[in-house]
C-alpha cells in the first residue's frame, strides 16, 4: 500500500498535485476519531516503551568516586545525584538556594548512607565557583565526575527579551558551565588526575528554536565546548561528554515553561514513544556516562528525546497521526491524481 505512495517519481511532486480538499477531508475524518486513534496509538507504545526506574550500574561502581553537580537539589539533578550516591559516590551538590540544597542533601544520604555535601554558589561568578570547588576539594578531594547542571530559562518573544533577561540566562547556561569546568581541569591538570565531565543540554541546542532563544544559543555554546575539549583534554585524562533531554517532567521547568498545561499534551502527542521521559531514566543515562563502562565515549553529545528530534525533522512524519484503516482512502485519492 505504501509502495504506490513512495515508489512514483518523486514524492514532493506526487504530494503537490493531490487535491488538497480531498486530503482535507481525509484529515478531518482522521481527527474525527482522533481520541479513539490516541488512546490506542499511546496504549500500544507504552506497552512497548516502559520506564525502568532502578539502576542499571552495579552496586559499589562509584565507591571512592568524587561527584561534583551544579545544579543538584531539584530536578534532573537531584535525580542524578541520588543515582550517583546509591552507587557509592561522595557527592558535593551546588546552587545558590542553600536551604534547598541542604535538604537534598540530608534525604540523599539519609537513603543511600553515603555522603552528600551542600555548597552554595552562584555559577556566574567565578569568585563564588571557586570557593565551593574549594569548598568540595577540602571535604571529599578533587571530584573525578563532574555534572554541569545548572540552567536558567523562560518562554518569551525574543523581541521582548531585555540585555539583562538575556545575560542572566547566557551567563547561568554557557559561563556557569566553563567557570565550572575550567576552575576544576585547572586544578585536575596540576595534579595530574583524570575526570569525567558531563553537561545537561536541549534537544533544541541543535535545531534551534522560537521563545526560548538565550538557552538555545547558550546550550549549543556548550555542545560545543564539549566537544572542543573532548579533542583537547583527553590527553589530561579527561572525558566529555552531553545529554541533550527532550521534554522530562520536572516541577521547576514545567511549572515555567508549562503554566497552562497544554505544552505537555502537545509535545506527548509529537513523541514516537507516546511518552514524556522520567527523572530516573535520564539519571541512569548519566550515571553510565560517568562511570568506566562508558571510558570510550567522549566529546559526544547524546539525543534523549524519545525520538521527538527525528519525529519533527521530516515534514511527512505528521502522516503518522492518520490510523491504519485510513491509508486505504488516502492511497485511493493518491491513485487518482495525474502522474501518480
Known sequence: MAATFLCSKNLREIMSKINLSKVKCCCKLANSRRFR??????????KYFPVKRDC????G??????????GGGTGLGKGMVKMLSERGASVVISSRKLDVLQNTAEEIS????????????DVRDPLQVTAAVDFCEKHCGLPDIVINNAAGNFVSPTERLSPN???????????????????????????QKGANFLAITTIYAKSGSGFVVPSATAKAGVETM??????????????????APGPIETKGAFSRLDPTGQFRSLVTERIPTGRLGEIPELANLAAY????????ISGEVIMFDGGEYVSMAGEFNEFRKVPNDQWDQLEAIIKKTKGS
Open 226 to 243: 564539549t566537544r572542543s575539549l573532548a579533542a583537547e583534554w583527553g590527553k589530561y585524562g579527561m572525558r566529555f561528554n552531553a545529554i
Open 289 to 296: 556516562l560517568v562511570s568506566d563502562y562508558s571510558s570510550w
Open 61 to 70: 561502581c562509584f565507591k571512592g568516586n568524587v561527584a561534583f553537580v551544579t
Open 110 to 121: 539519609r537513603e543511600t548512607g553515603n555522603q552528600v555535601l551542600a555548597v552554595a554558589a
Open 165 to 191: 533577561a538575556w545575560k542572566t540566562v547566557t551567563d547561568i547556561v554557557l559561563n556557569g558551565t566553563a567557570f565550572v569546568t575550567l576552575d576544576i581541569a585547572k586544578r585536575l591538570i596540576k595534579a
Open 56 to 59: 542499571m550500574l552495579p552496586e
Open 37 to 46: 486513534f490516541s488512546a490506542r496509538h499511546f496504549a500500544t507504545e507504552k
